[in-house]
């Protein structure tokens, strides 16, 4: 990773990618940065869910979040620890498939208890690009993921 040479030890490895799925799992807050149509940021919190190697959220239709990713689909996604980071880049999409949208109700039914059964709502999906994962105490060097899109 160019820039982060001072953070790397040569007695350390990557971090595993358990590691990243655990933290992108197991957060209940999360960051969504999405960019507005004059190229302005935009960060909110969100609940989501990992789920099949993507990242899904629910948010109103009106909301500033659905109207910059109907624009611009590129966000970035972060769970609030900081101290143990992942950084996911990515591209949204609004989930409209049946089975999906209902394993999404599921997964977020159990880590919230909060039923989006019958959300009419949108639910996207975001496809990871590359993520990133960098600890504060350097347990392991910084790591990244890349996907295929």
């Known amino acids: 990773m160019p820039g982060y040479d001072?953070?790397?030890?040569?007695?350390?490895?990557?971090?595993?990618?358990?590691?990243?799925?655990?933290h992108l799992s197991?957060?209940?807050?999360?960051?969504?940065?999405?960019?507005?149509?004059d190229g302005r940021p935009h960060v909110m919190p969100v609940w989501g869910v990992w789920l099949d190697r993507a990242f899904y959220f629910s948010t109103g239709r009106r909301s500033r979040k659905s109207?910059?990713?109907?624009?611009?689909?590129?966000?970035?996604?972060?769970?609030?620890?900081?101290?143990?980071?992942?950084?996911?880049?990515?591209?949204?999409r609004e989930i409209r498939e049946k089975?999906?949208?209902?394993?999404?109700?599921?997964?977020y039914k159990r880590k919230y208890d909060w039923d989006m059964t019958d959300s009419k709502e949108p639910i996207y999906g975001v496809q990871p690009r590359v993520i990133f994962g960098i600890t504060e105490n350097a347990e392991a060097n910084p790591t990244r993921w890349r996907f295929k899109s």
């Open 6 to 22: 001072m953070m790397f030890r040569k007695e350390n490895g990557p971090l595993s990618w358990t590691w990243a799925v655990d």
């Open 26 to 37: 197991k957060a209940r807050n999360y960051f969504l940065s999405t960019t507005c149509s």
């Open 67 to 92: 109207k910059n990713l109907s624009l611009n689909s590129h966000c970035v996604v972060c769970p609030e620890n900081a101290s143990e980071v992942i950084i996911l880049e990515g591209a949204a």
């Open 99 to 107: 089975s999906l949208r209902t394993r999404f109700a599921a997964a």
